[in-house]
């Protein structure tokens, strides 16, 4: 028992805290209410290692959230959002579309446990950044109805709230098994455009 103590010991010491993070995102999108134990457990280490890397859960769990908050801002860099808000051009537009709604499929697939969790949504400097991520997603919804690819009847907020609404489908639809990983993106894109997107008049 010793012996195993020690090995595993030797293996926390090689292991990052970036690769805590790792394994702790993994089990955490299996199980969003794994306590310390069990998310040590998972990264192979003891609690007492897992605690010196963060003092707490919420600690774990915030820091979970600015990674999180950081690849959401990525996707909207990589996306060319605000560019192609600014050129209210529809083409423009309708690439940008694709390209985010396919990169927040991505983050919610890695971080979907963040999405309801109580620690991220409250704690002031990760609501900020929500906030300030959030509302250049709304003023580049704006944009597309302007542009005439999304329903001008909906205000761009709620079209925000069910895009987020369809990512903790896919969250949950994934940790359930119901649907397989490869279908997610043509799934929550035709749930999203059948509601959302402009029809064209007969």
Known sequence: MRHESLIRECCAMAMSRAQIMSAAI??????PLASMAQLAEAAGISRATLHRQFSSREELMLALGHRAHEQWEQVQE???LVDATASGDREV???ALDAML?????????YGFGLTDYAMLVDPELKRRSD?????????????????LLRADLPARWISSTVYGLLVAVRESL??????????????????EDGAARREEP
């Open 26 to 31: 993994r089990h955490l999108n299996e199980n």
């Open 175 to 192: 940790r359930r098994g119901d649907v397989a990983r490869r279908d997610v993106p043509r799934l929550l894109l035709t749930t999203f």
């Open 132 to 148: 300030e991520l959030e509302e250049r997603e709304i003023a580049f919804y704006a944009a597309a109805q302007r542009a005439g």
């Open 102 to 110: 396919g990169g927040l499929i991505a983050v919610a697939d890695a």
């Open 93 to 95: 537009i309708g690439k």
């Open 78 to 80: 990589r996306s060319g």
